[in-house]
């Protein structure tokens, strides 16, 4: 009892060393160019893995609003970088050094300049506080005093030790999330976006999934998105009370050529942000008749992916357990780094299949209303487009099972390296990782087969969402509509970063454009042999990424549908 007595006191006097070591770390300021040197290989690391996107279509578009909102961050002794991973779990992250990330997933979820801003500006204020490097530093700081503990009892008071370790950065990182959300509204603002972008984020994120369980809570690095959505809408930046506020963020909307939105903020009536719901058009049998298919096939697939959800969400869990019940067992630690990396490639190919899922009804929903149109070329589109809808579905149905099977290995994995009752040794223990690794490419190999079938069906999707899109900017800047047409040739030129020709069509004129500014060719030269292929196919045909002209051609038809719904009001 004595020796366990000295222990404690000795752990008590490391861990006030611990805080006051931590004290004067903090009121120094680690050099930046430590920073930097510890940010470049998190950033390698993270590129290495997850791939990026370096499509200027998308990448200028991210780093002019990063750029922006960075700028007003109050520190300016670093290089904010801004990069997209090709992930495709909706996330962004900041490393060291001011390395800013956003996912393709994240991406595919945004729906306005305001949206992404706000998610920049969080980050950006992650890099301000010095968030990344605190935690490295407290960790730093606690694994070097906890070394110091000796005695008896020294294992057990290192092992709960670590355990407080684990749970006491959780609630810091949580709490660091909190301060971000704070101060990347103001970065927002201050640089002419709508704090508004913020909480219409984070409702989708909260409608779109379950509220997290206690222990999920528990061991997760952020707050839930239905407590970040309520601190959001209370912050007043977003309730817009003050008309001086209010002016602010509306002359922010004029500059980006959105007048629109610009005077609903100062009448203080509505959302600009608000998507306008488009009235549902009675369609034929054959379109109905497709939609009930599609639908249908959707519907059994989502229910389909119910075992791989359960199966990758408790693995998740188990995952972040790894920090608590870590092992010195270097044939511990590699298998712990594979069943990770295999963990996050299973969230990956299950965020890509759901999101084929929840968007094959809606794009069919859009192409079927324009089944029975006088234009032939548009009605031929329309179909052309619902056919690839119902091919990507088929495409999908081979991806459920596979990875199902896929998380449900990588979950035993994760639940054996988690058991801390045994400790095998000698040739039983290398039966045993044996076995693991085995599971491991097993589950690899069913990952393989689920995600080759979710990108073939993301890609059909692509071609299909293209279609619709022409279809909506044709509708939404008809040729005989000067002020429409000048509206959108506006805000096309500023989001692609250039002015394009603007005759004819409107959607297959932003299809060439997105794919000169994508291709990095002259305007004239990225017809060259196209002769009557429609554009969407001729993006494709000609070395274009259809994913990331839908992207864009979606971006600019929620400016146009929004400034269309603002007119209409005044």
């Known amino acids: 009892m004595a020796a366990c007595l000295r222990s404690l006191r000795r752990l008590l006097l490391v861990l006030l060393f611990a805080l006051c070591f931590v004290s004067i770390v903090h009121a120094e300021r680690l050099d930046t160019t430590l920073e930097k040197l510890l940010g470049k290989p998190v950033a390698w690391g993270l590129k290495e893995t997850s791939g990026v996107d370096t499509d200027p279509l998308l990448l200028a578009w991210v780093r002019q609003i990063g750029g922006k909102v960075s700028a007003r961050a109050p520190r300016q002794d670093i290089k904010y970088t801004f990069s997209i991973l090709g992930s495709d779990v909706a996330n962004a992250l900041a490393a060291p050094g001011g390395y800013i990330f956003v ?7 945004i729906e306005s300049d305001d949206e992404l801003a706000a998610i920049l500006a969080h980050e950006s204020a992650h890099v301000s506080k010095r968030h990344a490097i605190q935690q490295i530093g407290e960790n730093a700081a606690f694994l070097i005093l906890l070394n110091q503990v000796k005695g008896r009892h020294a294992g057990d008071i290192k092992t709960a030790a670590q355990v407080y370790n684990v749970l006491r950065t959780l609630q810091r990182s949580r709490s660091m999330e909190a301060q971000a959300d704070e101060n990347g509204l103001i970065y927002a603002y201050e640089a002419g976006y709508d704090p508004g ?3 219409r984020f984070f409702e989708r994120l909260a409608a779109g999934g379950r509220e997290p369980g206690r222990l999920e809570q528990y061991f997760a690095t952020h707050p839930s998105p239905r407590n970040r959505l309520q601190k959001a809408q209370a912050d007043p930046l977003v309730r817009r009370d003050d008309p001086k506020l209010r002016e602010t963020i509306a002359a922010g909307y004029e500059s980006r050529g959105l007048p629109g939105a610009a005077a609903q903020v100062r009448r203080g009536s509505g959302d600009p942000l608000e998507v306008p719901v488009r009235p549902f058009s009675r369609l034929s049998e054959p379109a109905a008749a497709g939609r009930r298919s599609v639908s249908q096939r959707v519907d059994d697939q989502v229910r389909g992916l119910t075992s791989a959800y359960r199966a990758q969400r408790f693995g998740g869990q188990l995952q972040q357990l790894l920090l608590v019940n870590s092992q010195l067992d270097y044939r511990w630690l590699y298998v712990a780094l594979r069943a990770y990396a295999v963990q996050m490639e299973t969230e990956n190919v299950y965020a890509r299949t759901l999101r084929v899922l929840r968007t094959a009804t809606p794009t069919y929903d859009a192409l079927a209303a324009h089944a029975d149109v006088p234009d032939p070329a548009l009605s031929a589109s329309s179909l052309r487009g619902r ?24 979950l035993a994995v994760l639940a054996d390296l988690n058991n801390p009752l045994y400790h095998l040794r000698g040739a039983t223990a290398w039966v045993r990782y044996g076995t693991l690794e085995g599971l491991l490419r097993y589950a690899e190999s069913e990952l393989a087969r689920a995600d080759d079938a979710s990108a073939r069906a993301w890609r059909l999707l692509a071609m299909a969402r293209i279609r619709r899109y022409e279809a909506l900017l044709n509708m939404l800047a008809p040729e005989d509509d000067a002020a429409r047409r000048a509206r959108w040739a506006d805000l096309l030129a500023r989001r692609l970063g250039g002015r394009f020709p603007t005759t004819g069509p409107a959607g297959a004129a932003t299809v060439q454009a997105a794919l000169s500014v994508q291709l990095t060719r002259p305007i004239e030269l990225v017809g060259a042999g196209r002769e009557d292929t429609p554009w969407a196919d001729w993006a494709l045909r000609s070395g274009g990424i259809p994913e990331n002209i839908a992207t864009a051609m979606r971006l600019l038809a929620l400016d146009m549908e929004r400034e269309t719904a603002a007119e209409d009001k005044r």
């Open 197 to 199: 972008g913020l909480p």
């Open 387 to 410: 056919d690839e809808v119902q091919r990507a579905v088929e495409r999908i149905s081979a991806a459920p099972g596979p990875l199902a099977r896929a998380s449900q290995a990588a």
């Open 103 to 109: 996912t393709r997933g994240l991406i595919d979820t």
